[in-house]
């Protein structure tokens, strides 16, 4: 999958699972129960123990009916491990110009962390085609995003912590590309506890809200004029 297929695929699903996890067999457990609730995009962060070889071995399972994604990479070394593992693209918390350079060299995505403009500015300079803003929720969440589209209305953000289901058509509505969604639909406690099911039924929920909230924008369209 060439990159902008991948941002495609990113933008059609809308939301991207952050998969932190304390072992390898509750990240593989995690995988299989967000893709059970039709989520076809996966991140595996660099925190789970031997991360690369959960990416290879998702990609080996799920070839291409997922993409699977490496997060949390901050180093140009992290980012050829991951993308050799099979990795479809990269996140990262900040801004690396060694691992964009690196996904860009191997033709993979790479989706650099981003707080304020200056990291916007940054990271735009150095070719990035999708930006993640993080922490989004700890600096006023939707309406960051939306103050962030005033000088940068072409720009395709992700905002990544404290999205849940309860604000993520807020954060669309604001005009988020795609959602970065961590342990609010990734509960380790429900796995842990046997209650795998209730991933399964949130990512039901966050498709579904992706689905209405592109909808409701697509209707107002018309009204207002003007594509947002």
Known sequence: MNIEQAIQKIFDVGIIPVVRASTAEEARQAVDVIHAGGIPVIEI?????????????VSRRYGDSVLTGAGTVTTAQQAAACVEAGAQFLVSPGFSAGVLQTASAMKKLAIPGALTPTDVMAALEAGASLIKIFPCGSVGGAKYIKSLRGPFPNVRFIPTGGVSLSNAAEYLAAGAFALGVGAELVDLAALRN???????DTARALVDTVRLARSAASAERPAQGTPR
Request: proline share 10%.
């Open 45 to 57: 962060t660099m925190t789970v123990p031997d991360a690369p070889a959960i990416i290879r071995e």
């Open 194 to 200: 046997q209650q795998a099911q209730k991933i399964t």
